[in-house]
């Protein structure tokens, strides 16, 4: 095997590509991380997901929580090491930030602004209007009356609280389905204006992080319905000049919905860049529900789908930040979300539960690699 002082770079990344595409992968691989002295290894050390993305003008990073970030060491080396960009996985979210109708606690989020700040890493924020992870109090709480102070005290208190540190925010998450506007709080107690309304208070809260809309499922292949109301919905807060500049592709990736279909996606993007609004992949990761039961199937299957997405989407130029709902499997919401039936852990990331790389993170950094230029 190669010493990783001695191995390139590049070549690291062939090797590991390789097993990821060969038959005897799963051997191939469990032998690589067994071994210090494997590329596997070795190319953790000298490849950087984030610094192979920088090369191409890309953004590349990963959620994260206070509570792994402080205590685990070796993980907050990685991410520092991987990541130039990184999103609080809970820690900006209504729920953490609001114990109480009144009250207001950023500890967690200033925790991980300082600590990424000290790290060189900037900060993308999620999410400032949202149905979901919402404190208790809410539902009893916010009525038709005072919703929209509600909501605009909200945005004004946290944006303003972090103005100048973040890079970005999810100013709103998920506000569409396939039948049209989702039906949330929001919506229900301030109207269909209430998007608008979230985006001009964001900007003049803090005019230089980029606003982005966010969604999911907006990659697979039968959501054209979505695309359809998505890019309606884009084109008419423009038309209104409402101040969204990003659209942000979750990217949950599932195989198991349909996939997705390149030709339809790029088509996408190409219609969201002709609005003159950048793209974000704000939550990529793939669900690991494949039926085979070696881990180097599995492993194999999931690099080459999310090299076949990234690829993808990194040949439009648009698609500026790409962020991984998580780097390492030790830290995955998708062990609660969606286990696997066969009760192995789930797979989903970059890095392994014991920090080794996968080979779908030589997938991206081919997939970056391979990116044109920004
Ligand atoms: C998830 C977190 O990862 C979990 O820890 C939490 O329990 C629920 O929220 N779409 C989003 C993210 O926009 O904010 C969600 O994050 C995952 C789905």
Redesign the pocket.
Known sequence: MFSPKTISRRHALKQLTALAGAPLAANLLAQALADNNSPANGLSNSVSLGDEASRKGILYGS?V?KASLSLDQPYAELIARQCKIVVP??EM?WKTLRPTPDRYVFDAGDWIVRWAESHGIVVHG??LV?H??LPAWFEGYANKNNARELMVNHIKTVVGHYVGKMHSW?VV??GLLETGLRDTPFLRLIGPEYMDLAFQTTAEADPKAIRVY?D?YVEESNNDVKRRLLLKLLEDMLSRKVPVQALGI?G?LRSDMGGFDAKKLRAFLRQVAGLGLQIFI??LDMRDQSPANDVGTRDAAIARYCEDFLSTVLEEKAVTVVIS??LTDRYT?LS??APRSDGQPVRPLPFDQNLAPKPVFAAMAKAFDDAPNR
């Open positions: 959620a929580g996985e809970s979210k999620t999410a949202w979901e992870a999810d998450n998920e966010n999911m979750q949950h704000t939550e709902w998580g919401w609660g979300k």
